[in-house]
């Protein structure tokens, strides 16, 4: 089992920053990938970033490359940074985990609020 516990939403104004913090903790292997998605009301989830805990595979959905970069740090911890935001970003932001490192992601964490206003 992994558990995610997901930090750092907010509301922010347009041009502004946030960084989401997603503490995983339970079975995290090195093979770990963490994926970021976001849920905007009334529309579906949307894949975000994507990282494998190595570092050897990294990347973003084109809507957010350039402005939103994903990390890690060396405590099972993942960093989504955001800037320039943009009302458009406004979503509930989740972090997911394959402790294999694909894509399929079993454990979700229970998502923060990002509010950007124009």
């Known amino acids: 089992q992994v558990q995610l516990v997901e930090s750092g939403g907010g509301l922010v104004q347009a041009g502004g920053s946030l960084r989401l913090s997603c503490a995983a903790s339970g079975r995290i292997f090195s093979t770990t990938a963490m994926g970021w998605f976001r849920q905007a009301p009334g529309k579906e989830r949307e894949f975000v970033a994507h990282i494998r805990w190595s570092g050897s595979s990294i990347y973003y959905a084109d809507s957010v490359n350039g402005r939103f970069t994903v990390s890690r740090d060396n405590k099972n911890t993942g960093y989504l940074q955001m800037n320039s935001l943009e009302p458009e970003d406004t979503a509930v932001y989740y972090c997911?985990?394959?402790?294999?490192?694909?894509?399929?992601?079993?454990?979700w964490g229970q998502g923060t609020q990002v509010t950007v206003s124009s």
């Open positions: 997911a985990v394959d402790v294999y490192g694909g894509e399929s992601y079993a454990y």
